[in-house]
T-cell receptor, first 109, second 115 residues
Framework: DAKTTQPNSMESNEEEPVHLPCNHSTISGTDYIHWYRQLPSQGPEYVIHGLTSNVNNRMASLAIAEDRKSSTLILHRATLRDAAVYYCILRDPGYALNFGKGTSLLVTP | EAGVAQSPRYKIIEKRQSVAFWCNPISGHATLYWYQQILGQGPKLLIQFQNNGVVDDSQLPKDRFSAERLKGVDSTLKIQPAKLEDSAVYLC?????????????FGEGSRLTVL
C-alpha cells in the first residue's frame, strides 16, 4: 500500500483558514486521494477526494500538487466543530480505505 | 436517510468470553466493512463484504474473529474467545459502490472493553 505522512497535530484559531498537509511520494497513477475526519466519539466521516485536479465542496477544498506527491486539505474558516482527527488516505480502485494515524486538529477560540 | 446502525454501543466482558456486534448498513449499500480502532490509532480494516461475499479478510484474526453477512444486508462480527488486546471500538461502514471513489458511511461504533 502506498503510504501517507501527516503531522501528528496542528492548531488553529477559530475563523481562520487551516491548511492540513499530506505527503504521499509513492502514490501510483490509479490512487485517489481521500480525506476523512473523525470527531470525538464518532465514526469517521467523508470530507473530500480527488485524483489530479483541485476539488472544492461545501466542507473543504483539496489542493493536489502537480506531481501528486503531496496534497493539502483546506478548511476556509475553522470552527470549534472542526476539531477532529483528519486522515489523508490513498485508495486503490477496488480496495477499502487504509487509515494511518492522521492529524489531530485543535481549534481554539 | 437513516445512517449505519450498530449495536451494542458499549460492551464489557471478561477475557475468554465471547461477544457479538451487529451492523445494519444504509439501505441499498452493497459493500460493508468492519474496522477495529484501538485507542490512539486509526481504524484498521478487518473484513470487507460485497453483497454477502467476502472481498478482503486478510487482517481478520480468524482463530478468534468471525464475520458473516447473510442475505447481503445485516452483518455480525463475533469474537470468541476475547483477549485483553481486543479492547477497541468496532466500526461498521457501508458504501453504495466499490472502486476508488465510493464514499464510506460509518456507524458510531461499538466500544468493547475486555477485563
Amino acid at each position: 500500500d502506498a503510504k501517507t505522512t501527516q503531522p501528528n497535530s496542528m492548531e488553529s484559531n477559530e475563523e481562520e483558514p487551516v491548511h492540513l498537509p499530506c505527503n504521499h511520494s509513492t502514490i501510483s497513477g490509479t490512487d485517489y486521494i481521500h480525506w476523512y475526519r473523525q470527531l470525538p466519539s464518532q465514526g469517521p466521516e467523508y470530507v473530500i477526494h480527488g485524483l489530479t485536479s483541485n476539488v472544492n465542496n461545501r466542507m473543504a477544498s483539496l489542493a493536489i500538487a502537480e506531481d501528486r506527491k503531496s496534497s493539502t486539505l483546506i478548511l476556509h474558516r475553522a470552527t470549534l466543530r472542526d476539531a477532529a482527527v483528519y486522515y489523508c488516505i490513498l485508495r486503490d480502485p477496488g480496495y477499502a480505505l487504509n487509515f494511518g494515524k492522521g492529524t489531530s486538529l485543535l481549534v481554539t477560540p | 436517510e437513516a445512517g449505519v446502525a450498530q449495536s451494542p454501543r458499549y460492551k464489557i466482558i471478561e477475557k475468554r468470553q465471547s461477544v457479538a456486534f451487529w451492523c445494519n448498513p444504509i439501505s441499498g449499500h452493497a459493500t460493508l466493512y468492519w474496522y477495529q480502532q484501538i485507542l490512539g490509532q486509526g481504524p484498521k480494516l478487518l473484513i470487507q463484504f460485497q453483497n454477502n461475499g467476502v472481498v478482503d479478510d486478510s487482517q481478520l484474526p480468524k482463530d478468534r474473529f468471525s464475520a458473516e453477512r447473510l442475505k447481503g444486508v445485516d452483518s455480525t462480527l463475533k469474537i470468541q474467545p476475547a483477549k485483553l488486546e481486543d479492547s477497541a471500538v468496532y466500526l461498521c461502514a457501508s458504501s453504495s459502490v466499490g472502486g476508488a471513489t465510493g464514499e464510506l458511511f460509518f456507524g458510531e461504533g461499538s466500544r468493547l472493553t475486555v477485563l
